[in-house]
Antibody
Framework: QVQLVQSGAEVKKPGASVKVSCKAS????????MHWVRQAPGQRLEWMGW????????KYSQKFQGRVTITRDTSASTAYMELSSLKSEDTAVYYC?????????????WGQGTMVTVSS | SYEVTQPPSVSVSPGQTARITCSGD??????AYWYQQKPGQAPLLLVY???ERPSGIPERFSGSSSGTTVTLTISGVQAEDEADYYC???????????FGGGTKLTVL
């Protein structure tokens, strides 16, 4: 069964960093792109960036450039998203989503989401 | 910067047809994708490459494209279709993803 399982909820203080993991099962991590999307409470989906399945190259939304890092550990079939210099506005559910085989821009499998709360 | 725009809300009665539009200057050059999101759940891919439907998605969900506007059509709307719907596309390079603001579908 193809699925993405994310790490648990986090509570962080402003200025800290958070690293969310996304473990892939049922397929080979390096065969598909992995995207990260977040959603603040009651707000729209917001794309953060992605890592190319084949070569591991990354691209980030301009909004998060300099604060976000997407990596992967192929031996563990796990992708990671680290966001630094956290602010209260970063409080959101963070999702990993697989880029489909037919087009890496179609997100066909999603993780369950990880709630990150930033509060002093 | 690029953006795609959706109406905030659409309302239909059960059995009717709902049409949700998404407009943006990149849409003639980049494909559109549609997602359904119900409260507390991750989004679900409904349509990819403007008109294609993943396996398992009911035929009542369909996509179309015309110029700078793409449309998600839900035929024979059911109560269970009440959800938020998001349009997604990319910038002109195809490397940066854009989401619309989402449309809340209310089934009256």
């Amino acid at each position: 069964q193809v699925q993405l399982v994310q790490s648990g909820a986090e509570v962080k203080k402003p200025g800290a960093s958070v690293k969310v993991s996304c473990k892939a099962s049922g397929y080979t991590l390096t065969s598909y792109a992995m995207h990260w999307v977040r959603q603040a409470p009651g707000q729209r989906l917001e794309w953060m960036g992605w890592i190319n399945g084949g070569n591991g190259n990354t691209k980030y939304s301009q909004k998060f450039q300099g604060r976000v890092t997407i990596t992967r550990d192929t031996s563990a079939s796990t992708a990671y998203m680290e966001l630094s210099s956290l602010k209260s506005e970063d409080t959101a559910v963070y999702y990993c989503a697989r880029g489909a085989a037919t087009t890496s821009l179609a997100f066909d499998i999603w993780g369950q989401g990880t709630m990150v709360t930033v509060s002093s | 910067s690029y953006e795609v725009t959706q109406p905030p809300s659409v309302s239909v009665s059960p059995g009717q047809t709902a049409r949700i539009t998404c407009s943006g200057d990149t849409l003639p050059k980049q494909y559109a994708y549609w997602y359904q999101q119900k409260p507390g759940q991750a989004p679900l891919l409904l349509v990819y490459k403007d008109t294609e439907r993943p396996s398992g998605i009911p035929e009542r969900f369909s996509g179309s494209s015309s110029g700078t506007t793409v449309t998600l059509t839900i035929s024979g709307v059911q109560a269970e279709d009440e959800a938020d719907y998001y349009c997604q596309s990319a910038d002109s390079s195809g490397s940066y993803v854009l989401f619309g603001g989402g449309t809340k579908l209310t089934v009256l």
